[in-house]
């Protein structure tokens, strides 16, 4: 359906309609290699996700409403819904890191040549298979859905609820284009066993819970040298900083939440440096978790480990969090001197046991100084004035103002007070009668020349 003067993602959407793929547009890329969405946060899906909310419901298959949305966001690209009613189920077979055909490697050695089926090239210039949705039921009843990284390295599915860009589009990555106009083949028996036995072994591996996180982190925390972490930092952001980094270096392999480790660990301590008195800097929490990526294997399974590190630490940049207790520490080190000059023995005593007595010591003597700075020199000056002093000869002449010289001084000005407002109305009677003119008679002269004015003035 190649229409003259067509863009071609709408050319795609067309086509996909004809086969009877439920479309929905998708936000286009800007000049400023954007997204058309304005968020400077989209990074991996620039031009990749639907425009508006609840897409999957608004999905159609009907050329009207295509239209219509055509007309209303001209120049945007274009997505189909997979899943049940669009019947189509599509496998991304992936770049490597090394720009290798890691996908198709995977595919090839699981379940042999890649099949002559309908095919798109990625943006990123992976490969994209489509097939017809599997109709055999699941074990758990439950529809094909998504996997990421379930079959094998490089693999990834769109099935129920997922939604992939159609040829002609534009992504962040570069354009979609179709290597293979084919009618869609069926899944492939062997991929669809691949993925039930893979998702029982992964539901049956149970997952680290916050207690063992915990004790993941307390093992390895007495291996992990943080001495230079410790110098001038709060007692309790040094204690929140050994724990977050441990935890995150303690775990290893994947599915275990390690981006979300990182992704938070890096906000709360973020947010945690905002405050001067942790000691914390932004540069030494990236330092610590740019080593414990390395050392636990996520920056080798993981590409955009510095996308999610980047990402926590901007979320907690200027956010302190709410657990964040130096308030009542500090309280209690502002009220030590109240403490120590109440003479309450009990406590004193739990101070003492607490900080030490060096540190109590070094506290009265600050608050001897403080108290000798602010009390006596006002005591000598109170002394030094007169008792029957005026308030002149105390506080001395008052400040002249300055103005520049040879400008004079200026009267003040004197505004007449306004009229008040919604004033009465005033009878006709009342009104003063109107004021007539005082003409004079016409000459007899100017009157004979001038009949006009004379029949006017008569």
Not at 219 to 238: C, I, K, N, T
Not at 351 to 367: D, M, N, Q, V, W
Request: net charge positive; hydrophobic share 35%; with cysteine.
């Amino acid at each position: 359906m190649n229409t003259p003067n067509c863009p071609p993602a709408l050319t795609g959407a067309r086509n996909a309609v004809a086969r009877g793929w439920r479309v929905i547009p998708v936000y286009p890329m800007r000049d400023t290699q954007m997204c058309g969405c304005g968020k400077t946060t989209c990074t991996d899906s620039k031009g990749k996700h639907p425009i508006g909310a609840k897409w999957q419901e608004r999905a159609s298959t009907d050329p009207a409403k295509v239209a219509t949305w055509a007309r209303h966001n001209h120049g945007c690209n274009w997505g189909t819904a997979t899943g049940i009613e669009s019947n189509l189920y599509v496998v991304d077979l992936d770049l490597g890191k090394d720009g290798a055909p890691l996908g198709e490697q995977t595919w090839t050695a699981l379940f042999g040549p890649i099949p002559d089926t309908h095919r798109v090239r990625t943006g990123s210039g992976a490969m994209q298979l489509y097939f017809r949705y599997p109709h055999r039921p699941r074990a758990d009843g439950k529809p094909w859905r998504n996997t990421t990284k379930l079959i094998g390295d490089g693999i990834d599915t769109r099935g129920e609820g997922g939604q992939c860009v159609l040829p002609g589009s534009v992504s962040g990555k570069g354009p979609y284009e179709l290597i293979a106009d084919r009618p869609l083949l069926a899944m492939p028996d062997a991929l669809l066993d691949h993925i039930e036995t893979a998702e029982h072994k992964a539901k049956d591996t149970p997952k680290p819970n916050n207690r063992e996180r915990r004790a993941a982190a307390v093992a390895v925390a007495s291996a992990v040298d943080f001495s230079r972490a410790d110098d001038g930092l709060h007692r309790y952001a040094a204690k929140a900083f050994r724990e977050r980094i441990a935890e995150f270096r303690a775990l290893a392999g994947s599915g275990n939440g390690r981006t979300y480790l990182l992704t938070g660990g890096a906000k709360y301590l973020n947010g945690m440096a905002s405050d001067p008195i942790s000691g914390l800097t932004e540069k030494m929490i990236r330092d610590a978790f740019t080593e414990a990526c390395h050392a636990n294997g996520y920056a080798h399974t993981h590409s955009d480990w510095e996308y999610q590190l980047d990402r926590g630490l901007a979320d907690g940049r200027g956010v302190i969090p709410p657990n964040w207790k130096p308030s009542e520490y500090d309280k209690l080190l502002a009220d030590i001197p109240n403490i120590l000059a109440g003479g309450d023995q009990e406590r004193i005593e739990a101070l003492t046991a607490a900080l030490g007595p060096e540190e109590i010591a070094a506290f009265r003597a600050r608050a001897q100084r403080a108290t000798s700075v602010a009390v006596a020199p006002t005591s000598v000056a109170v002394a030094a004035i007169p008792a029957q002093a005026s308030p002149a000869a105390v506080l001395g002449p008052a400040p002249r103002t300055r103005r520049p010289a040879g400008r004079p001084l200026r009267p003040p000005q004197h505004r007449p007070a306004p009229s008040p407002p919604n004033r009465p109305p005033t009878s006709r009677s009342t009104l003063s009668p109107p004021r007539t003119r005082n003409l004079a008679p016409l000459s007899s002269s100017r009157a004979a020349t001038s009949p006009s004015c004379a029949n006017r003035y008569s």
